[in-house]
């Protein structure tokens, strides 16, 4: 009897130590059998959101109406010159009635005229490089026209516009065609003219072109003291709103359609 009670003790033991933990082996805690710990720490990050309300949208008290200004489009009407109505360059008869001049500048101003006046283009500008060794000299405003001149049949209006203006600031017998193709040209390349003070040349006629173009107050003027005679009259015409044929009809047109409008004949 007592041997099977031992039997059965030493049966139970060695079930018991099969089911014992090593505590070397023990899980670590809030762990269970497999390993994975029970908790899990996490970084959460919050974010809070806000709704604002707007408020609703309302008219204002008074609504102001809108105001109309009506504008005078003479100045974007009027044409620049269609063609340069300038004094033909011209060989010097007697150079004796100018006393100052010394034989080189006079030889020089020569040679511009007739170079100029056979179509030699290169010789013109070759003389006149000369002929600016001599800055007091009283041919050099000639000089500056027939250059001009020279630059226009080259078809490059900016240095003709320079050279007119150079010439128009003195006294010489191109003196108001070189004022008058520095102006023209000026309307033309849309550049801002610098209107030259002399008693010796008129300027009317352009001072009128400009305030029509700028807006300003202009009124007719008289074409007997200008070159730019054809020019002159048609800015006449534009300034009574008077339609002819020829001269930039279509311009003194729409110049006609204005007068009435602001006049109320339509």
């Not at 049966?11 to 710990?37: C, E, H, M, R, Y």
């Not at 030889?107 to 007739?114: E, F, K, L, N």
Request: proline share 7%; charged share 20%; hydrophobic share 35%.
């Amino acid at each position: 009897m007592l041997k099977r009670i031992g039997l059965f003790s030493l049966f139970l033991f060695f079930i018991v130590s099969s089911f014992a933990i090593d505590p070397k082996n023990a899980p670590p805690p809030n762990t269970n059998k497999t390993g994975i710990p029970h908790q899990i720490s996490l970084n959460v990050q919050v974010i809070s959101q806000f709704n604002i309300d707007k408020p609703p949208l309302e008219p204002p008290a008074k609504l102001n109406a809108p105001s109309f200004k009506e504008l005078d489009l003479s100045g974007e009407v009027l044409q620049a010159p269609a063609y340069m109505e300038l004094t033909p360059v011209q060989k010097l008869k007697n150079s004796s009635f100018i006393s100052c001049g010394e034989p080189d500048d006079v030889a020089d101003y020569s040679g511009m005229v007739s170079d100029y006046l056979n179509g030699d283009y290169k010789g013109v500008d070759k003389n006149f490089q000369s002929l600016l060794r001599y800055p007091y000299s009283p041919y050099l405003p000639m000089g500056y026209y027939v250059m001009g001149m020279t630059r226009l049949k080259e078809q490059d209006e900016l240095s003709a516009r320079d050279m007119f203006y150079n010439s128009c600031k003195y006294t010489s017998m191109y003196q108001q065609s070189a004022c008058e193709g520095y102006y023209a040209l000026s309307l033309k390349l849309n550049k801002t003219p610098e209107f030259i003070n002399s008693p010796t040349y008129h300027k009317e006629l352009w001072e009128t072109v400009f305030a029509i173009k700028n807006g300003g107050r202009y009124s007719t003027v008289n074409c007997n003291d200008f070159v730019f005679k054809n020019y002159c009259s048609y800015i006449n015409d534009f300034i009574q709103g008077t339609i002819i044929p020829g001269y930039y009809q279509n311009s003194l047109f729409f110049r006609s359609g204005i007068i009435n409008y602001f006049s109320k004949k339509y």
